[in-house]
């Protein structure tokens, strides 16, 4: 597992699900997300389904202990104790519209044709995701020239307005 985490200063994991169905078996795999959008298996657990109903989280718990105890803390795996539901489910939106805003923003690079900076020149498809490109080019903004961020909000704009959500939450900013 340090192979696979190697130097990282932080790890983004996904637990992921798969039945076997001529066994009567399922298998739990937590996955290192790369930065490249794919995922490497760190940790799995195969059980039986029977019953699975009732124990599905206490696996994935156990699963996230172990990576917890095997990981050094210095990753960055705290626990976050969020007591208040309300408070929680605010963060968790904030975190979502910020999620979608970055992946916008990518959408709008990518219409000006921002994206053949972050790719090789031999590929005529997309090879970062929206978000991908969108959280590049916001740590970007600082740096940016002038001309080319104008155009860039421009675009995000026009981008943010053609989703309605968005124009009703911005809409009378």
Do not use: C
Not at 8 to 31: K, P
Not at 36 to 52: D, E, I, S
């Amino acid at each position: 597992m340090s192979f696979v985490i190697a130097e990282r200063d932080e790890i983004v994991v996904a637990l992921d699900w798969t039945d076997f169905d001529d066994d009567d078996q399922t298998t739990l795999v937590l996955n290192v997300i790369t930065n490249h959008g794919r995922a490497t298996p760190l940790l799995w657990k195969t059980v039986p389904k029977k019953g699975l109903k009732t124990r599905r989280n206490g696996y994935e718990d156990e699963l996230l202990l172990r990576l917890r105890e095997a990981v050094p803390v210095e990753v960055g795996l705290s626990a976050t104790h969020i007591g208040d539901p309300a408070r929680r489910d605010r963060l968790l939106l904030l975190v979502a519209f910020a999620e979608a805003l970055l992946t916008l923003l990518g959408a709008a690079s990518e219409s000006l044709g921002f994206d053949r900076m972050l790719k090789v020149n031999t590929t005529k498809k997309r090879t970062h995701s929206l978000f991908r490109q969108g959280s590049f080019w916001y740590q970007a903004i600082p740096t940016m020239r002038e001309d080319r961020l104008r155009d860039l909000m421009t675009a995000f704009e026009n981008t943010v307005a053609q989703h309605a959500v968005f124009r009703g939450i911005f809409g009378a900013i």
